[in-house]
């Protein structure tokens, strides 16, 4: 049992063979390089918080020049950040920076893992996150990762006090060093040892920096160059590094690359210490394996004699190395992989359509080819085990065969740790085996089995659906498995003024042929609903949207208002949500049915909103739930047309960095103000900023915020309108916030702006820049860092009550 958990553990994965969609063909040039990753073992692993915090250029390094098994463990997966392509907040954006992180790993060569730990917003200890997250599982979490991959080193991205800058980034940096001892003591977190055993790296290293005005390198700390070129890659480690980090589109981290020499710095933790290199002291040749000096005469002539004209020249040599390791702890998937590429084998299963209801049957095309030249001495066959497809592989003749799979017992094609509701500060996962994965292990499979000669090759690949669009070409996509009917809200969170009624839209979809079922609401109690069932039937594919009258009677708390599909006598509660972008593999989900309903006691004043987009936020829906009317305006539509006929015009988050319009739309914006009008600027960063002044009179962004989203609110103008008309606002509006109050608060404005609100987090000074308001002409001018992205969206009711305030011009 031990052997063969060593034999999981280390299996090799190279850049280009990383899981992808489609089937990944390599060209002569990175076969190559896989041979010369057959000489080396070892492994490293990095350690950081979030996506984007990894150094793609020293992971690229590692793993394309060193050939080492580079792995990068991000604790969570950016979910509490900001969103720069769209308006996917909390959950679904940390889908997104997964999916980002694999794009960027499929290009510098390292693997991916995280650990259970949510990215709940900016954190400015790790007390805090640690109190959040729950210290002790996300440790144990830590232990696993390095005890399945077991790095000879360990770096951390950042130190573990406060020049991290974030106590997500010192909590990384202390988990780090406290996994590093615990990984090799087999009395911490032993459930793990009935699957792994311990570890215990050589040592553990800081990658000190200089970013961010912060500069913790030093002459004496060990050095690495990994700015080297890779001749058969056509490409520096520095080029590839950008490439790898302008994945992270949503972040905006579009980088330059870079090209020639450049340092990397490394201070020791813990462990062995070194003198000249990180990795004195580990050997990372063959040596390591038992019986080594017949595999690496072999390696050394594959590697002596390959022909880049004719990969498949050193196939029979490669069979024979196989036989050679076959009961040795080698990289046995990756030595399979470049037998396979030599040949130019190409195989996949590819559904006829795009999704599939649980335990129905799906119609898969099963295909391969062997493009090896006329006359190659081996035969070649091809059967995939799942759907009974066999075929023996003709040179460069595209074989296929269409056939059934079925889907019994294959779950949701839900993200694992999103199947059960979590906590703020963690997901439940209750399969320990499942624990760091980046995404799902395999779902509905294909066993393919390749005989080439005598050996057997077997890969196990998920079924896909592809289709030819006009502009991209041929377009792959993960195959879902559905509920057979889903019922999708439009919102998480309704908002009642009063006792008014409010219609409810539900969306339904089958994912089956003939859906005949009911829809049933569950309110909460005191609250009323018309009808009580509505019934559906429905084809295959066809959805319809059904409404219902949901009304708060007289004084009653909120709660959840939940929808169930009631079909052939079983009850299902999922909705559907797609996230598609052309950068990643399209996501789906199936959230409960379920939306937060609240009543509040809220005057409007006004009821046209002008929106100008930012970064992306959900503003503009959240406003017209409650009444408002609201019209996108675009920047042609500012500069070119009369924005007198509104009441209020919001900017959306960010829009001050994105917009490079926004100099030519700004003039236009204050005469508005100076006319009468009122206009509420969302939070900005204060780098990069695309205009200087953003308001009437001058002041500064800083990097100030609030992130105890319970932080006591001090009003310091309690007289002020804005405070007062339409809704008088107290501090009982400040309670049932989320994630947080506020950041990048202004500072240094100018004597006119008005400071409204204080707050502050624990331990630290009072904080005024969160709502600054002046008079501008006969208008008002509003800015704030308060957080109504996120609050509004989720229904708090006293973010609407100031916010309704807030756009509401002078009484």
């Known amino acids: 049992m031990k052997f063969r958990l060593y034999l999981l553990v280390i299996a090799a994965v190279v850049p280009f063979l990383s899981k992808a969609q489609n089937m990944q063909q390599l ?56 969103n720069l392509i769209g308006n996917e907040q909390a959950e679904l954006l940390g889908l997104i920076r997964t999916q980002e992180l694999l794009a960027a790993r499929r290009t510098d060569g390292a693997e991916q893992f995280f650990t259970r730990a949510n990215d709940f917003g900016f954190s400015k200890n790790p007390e805090e996150s640690f109190k959040i997250w729950d210290k002790a599982k996300i440790l144990a979490d830590v232990v696993w990762v390095i005890r399945k991959f077991q790095p000879d080193v360990i770096i951390t991205r950042f130190p573990e006090d406060g020049r991290a800058g974030h106590g997500h980034h010192s909590g990384s940096a202390i988990l780090a060093h406290e996994a590093f001892s615990a990984a090799a003591d087999p009395k911490q977190f032993p459930e793990q040892l009935a699957f792994v055993k311990p570890w215990q790296a050589k040592r553990i290293l800081w990658n000190t920096f200089n970013f961010g005005g912060n500069n913790t390198t030093a002459d004496d700390q060990l050095k690495l160059d990994v700015g080297l070129y890779n001749p058969l890659l056509g490409k520096s480690y520095g080029e ?69 004209a004719d990969p498949a020249a050193s ?16 990289k046995h998937e990756l030595l399979d992989d470049l037998i396979l590429a030599s040949a130019g084998i190409w195989f996949e ?56 799979i079925t889907t019994n017992d294959i779950g949701l094609s839900q993200p694992y740790w999103l199947e ?147 079909l052939d006598g079983e009850t299902y509660d999922k909705g ?85 319009q926004i100099r030519s739309m700004q003039p236009k914006l204050m005469k508005y103000v100076e006319n009468g009008g009122t206009l509420l600027v969302q939070y900005n960063v204060n780098n990069p900023l695309k205009l200087e002044n ?52 202004v500072t240094d404005a100018d004597p006119k702006y008005t400071a409204v609100l204080s707050m502050n987090d624990q331990g630290e000074s009072a904080k005024t820049g969160a709502l600054i308001v002046a008079d501008y002409g006969k208008g008002r001018f509003v800015y704030t860092g308060l957080s109504f992205f996120r609050q509004l969206p989720a229904g708090v009711p006293g973010a609407y009550r100031l916010f309704v305030n807030l756009l509401s011009g002078k009484k």
């Open 694 to 745: 953003i308001g009437p009179y001058p002041f500064r962004l800083s990097r100030d915020r609030v992130t105890e989203e319970g932080a006591k609110v001090g009003i310091l103008k309690p007289e002020i309108p804005v405070l007062n008309y339409p809704n008088k606002i107290t501090a009982k509006d400040f309670e049932g916030w989320i994630q947080e109050r506020g950041l990048y608060f």
């Open 315 to 330: 196939i029979n040599k490669l069979l024979k190395l196989r036989t050679l390791v076959k009961d040795k702890p080698f």
């Open 27 to 82: 060209n002569a040039a990175e076969i190559k390089q896989g041979l010369e990753a057959l000489n080396v073992t070892g492994s490293v692993l990095y350690i950081a918080a979030h996506p984007d915090d990894e150094n793609t250029r020293l992971l690229a390094y590692l793993a394309k020049d060193k050939k080492v098994r580079t792995g990068y463990l991000s604790l969570t997966r950016g979910d509490g950040g900001q």
């Open 576 to 660: 559907l949500r797609v996230i598609n972008y052309e950068h990643i593999p399209l996501q789906t989900l199936f959230p409960p049915a379920v939306a937060r309903v609240d009543k509040i006691d809220l005057k409007l004043a006004g009821r046209r909103i002008g929106y100008i987009a930012g970064a992306g936020d959900l503003i503009p829906e959240s406003l017209k739930q409650i009444g408002y009317e609201v019209v996108n305006l675009n920047e042609n539509q500012v500069i070119n047309t009369d924005l007198s006929g509104f009441d209020a015009i919001v900017t959306g988050v960010r829009l001050y960095n994105v917009n490079d």
């Open 420 to 566: 059960k509701q979590h906590p703020l500060g963690s997901f439940v996962v209750d399969d320990q085996t499942k624990i760091g994965l980046p995404e799902n292990p395999v779902g509905l499979s294909a066993l393919f089995k390749i005989k080439i000669g005598d050996a057997v090759i077997e890969k196990q690949r998920p079924v896909v659906y592809k289709y030819t669009d006009q502009v991209r070409g041929e377009v792959y996509q993960p195959l879902v498995i559905a509920p057979p009917v889903t019922a999708t809200l439009t919102e998480k969170a309704y908002v009642f003024n009063g006792n008014e009624a409010k219609q409810i839209a539900v969306q339904l979809k089958s994912f089956k042929d003939n859906a005949t079922g009911q829809l049933q609401p569950l309110v909460p109690a005191g609250w009323k609903v018309s009808p009580e069932k509505a019934s559906f039937t429905l084809a295959k594919g066809e959805e319809q949207v059904l409404e219902f009258t949901v009304s708060p009677a007289g004084h009653i708390s909120g709660g959840n208002l939940t929808f169930q599909v009631i």
């Open 240 to 308: 590839i590094a950008a490439e790898s980090r302008s994945n992270h589109r949503s972040q905006g981290f579009g980088s330059a690359r870079q090209r020639g020499s450049s340092t990397e710095f490394f201070t020791l933790v813990a462990g062995e210490k070194a003198t000249k290199d990180i990795f004195e002291g580990i050997d990372f040749s063959l040596k390591r394996l038992p019986g080594s000096a017949a595999i690496q005469q072999l390696l050394t002539e594959i590697n002596a004699t390959y022909d880049a």
């Open 349 to 404: 299963s590819a559904a006829a359509n795009s999704a599939y209801a649980l335990n129905q049957p799906v119609n898969v095309k099963v295909q391969g080819i062997a493009r090896v030249k006329p006359g190659f001495p081996l035969a070649i066959s091809l059967e995939e085990s799942n759907s009974g497809a066999a075929f023996s592989l003709v040179p460069n003749k595209l074989m296929s065969e269409d056939k059934t």
